[in-house]
């Protein structure tokens, strides 16, 4: 079955720290792996996306996730977090189940104190 | 542009009532749908439009309608709904429905069913 994690209900991180939000996927064939943002009362914004190709991928706001094929890991990463980054996070995953799905995990939030 | 609209943002209506919710993008996508967001919640999928034809239903109760008038444009119509269908509905839509496309998704529409 295909399936998305997010191991971390909240994640907590001071400003000007670095920050990582975890995912891990299940997924039969390509996996095509997305990162969502989304604000308060807002819909969901699109980070970054790993189609194929280099590991390392950079999206939006500084921020970039790494690919990694033999631990199904996707996680997404800042250098330096901002309070304004603080938010709900979901990685998701688009799965052929008789037509595109896409799946996301549970999300994460995000909490950058000053 | 990589803006999805939705109207209206907020809806209130009875359990007796018939409204309709609205989705409008110009970004020449031939992919559009909608989802359910319970709060602190992913989005679940409800429908999948691809090239104006319905591709994707997860077994959504009759009461929800959605309709598809032209390449641009994608409807809502909620009949009849119970409270437990109050939550945010957000429209998106890709390029295509295949599984490297991105989705973009609108602000959402906050309904409230008494």
């Known amino acids: 079955a295909q399936s998305v994690a997010q191991p971390e209900d909240q994640v907590n991180v001071a400003e000007g720290n670095p920050l990582t939000v975890k995912c891990t996927y299940s997924v039969s064939g390509n996996p095509y792996l997305f990162w969502y943002v989304q604000y308060p009362n807002r819909g969901l914004q699109f980070l970054l996306k790993y189609i194929t190709g280099d590991n390392l991928v950079k999206g939006s706001y500084g921020f970039e996730a790494e690919f990694n094929k033999s631990q199904t890991s996707f996680h997404l990463k800042k250098p330096s977090a901002l309070v304004s980054d603080s938010a709900l996070y979901f990685c998701?995953?688009?799965?052929?189940?008789?037509?595109?799905?896409?799946?996301f995990g549970a999300g994460t939030r995000l909490f950058v104190k000053a | 542009d990589t803006e999805v609209t939705q109207t209206p943002k907020h809806l209130v209506m009875g359990m007796t009532n018939k409204k309709s919710l609205k989705c409008e993008q110009h970004?020449?996508?031939?992919?559009m749908y909608w989802y359910k967001q319970k709060a602190k919640k992913p989005p679940e999928l409800m429908f999948v439009?691809?090239?104006?034809?319905?591709?994707i239903n997860e077994s959504v109760p009759s009461r929800f309608s959605p309709e598809c008038p032209n390449s641009s444009l994608l409807n809502l119509h909620l009949h009849a709904l119970q409270p437990e269908d109050s939550a945010l509905y957000l429209c998106?839509?890709?390029?295509?429905?295949?599984?490297?496309?991105?989705?973009?998704f609108g602000p959402g529409t906050r309904l409230t069913v008494l």
């Open positions: 439009y691809s090239y104006e034809k319905l591709s």
């Open positions: 998701a995953v688009r799965a052929n189940t008789g037509g595109f799905k896409t799946i």
């Open positions: 970004m020449g996508h031939r992919a």
């Open positions: 998106a839509s890709s390029a295509t429905s295949g599984g490297t496309d991105t989705q973009y």
